[in-house]
């Protein structure tokens, strides 16, 4: 079983708040967005990290995080990256990918809205943690923690914090 804190949009910022979630976790993904790499190396020294970098990201944080990531956690297949729409609304290379693939979670990052959905027809989940950074519109700043036990999502609770 792996405990995961799924994040995204820091936008350069980072505080002791996500510093110490990041240690209760196994794993710390991010979804794009980070600003700068210091971030990713600041997180990846409490934890192992699994990043795709964002639209705002520059070369430096493009060395260290792909557009995409597709991997296994326990048994299930993951999918990442920051611009992918949502269900009902994927990006055309997003949608193709997941049609022929099949992944179990699709994670996407960009919006700055929390979205948790389950995607009826293409049959996995939809995660978007929303925004943990200070820049950008949203009221509050979101982080999303789950486990995954072998092909089984547990205990995913939405974590909330002011901007």
């Given at each position: 079983?792996?405990?995961?804190l799924?994040?995204?949009?820091?936008?350069?910022?980072?505080?002791?708040t996500?510093?110490?979630?990041?240690?209760?976790?196994?794993?710390?993904?991010?979804?794009?967005?980070?600003?700068?790499?210091?971030?990713?190396?600041?997180?990846?020294a409490?934890?192992?990290?699994?990043g795709?970098?964002?639209?705002?990201?520059?070369?430096?944080?493009r060395?260290?995080?792909?557009?995409?990531?597709?991997?296994?956690?326990?048994?299930?297949k993951?999918?990442?990256?920051?611009?992918?729409?949502?269900?009902?609304?994927?990006?055309?290379?997003?949608y193709?990918?997941?049609?022929?693939?099949?992944?179990?979670?699709?994670?996407?990052?960009?919006?700055?809205?929390?979205?948790?959905?389950?995607?009826?027809?293409?049959?996995?989940?939809?995660l978007?943690?929303?925004?943990?950074?200070?820049?950008?519109?949203?009221?509050?700043?979101?982080?999303?923690s789950?486990?995954?036990?072998?092909?089984?999502?547990?205990?995913?609770?939405?974590?909330?914090y002011?901007?």
């Open positions: 079983m792996k405990k995961i799924l994040l995204s949009d820091t936008h350069s910022y980072m505080d002791e996500i510093l110490s979630r990041a240690s209760q976790h196994d794993e710390i993904w991010h979804a794009g967005d980070w600003g700068v790499v210091t971030l990713f190396d600041q997180l990846n409490i934890k192992p990290v699994r795709v970098y964002g639209n705002i990201d520059g070369e430096e944080v060395k260290v995080c792909p557009k995409i990531q597709v991997f296994q956690c326990e048994e299930m993951i999918f990442m990256t920051h611009i992918g729409g949502y269900p009902g609304r994927y990006k055309t290379p997003v193709n990918y997941l049609l022929g693939e099949k992944p179990d979670i699709v994670i996407c990052g960009h919006s700055h809205i929390l979205k948790v959905i389950y995607d009826k027809n293409l049959q996995h989940l939809h978007n943690p929303g925004a943990i950074g200070q820049h950008g519109f949203h009221k509050v700043r979101t982080m999303l789950f486990k995954i036990d072998k092909k089984e999502i547990k205990d995913l609770v939405v974590l909330e002011p901007k």
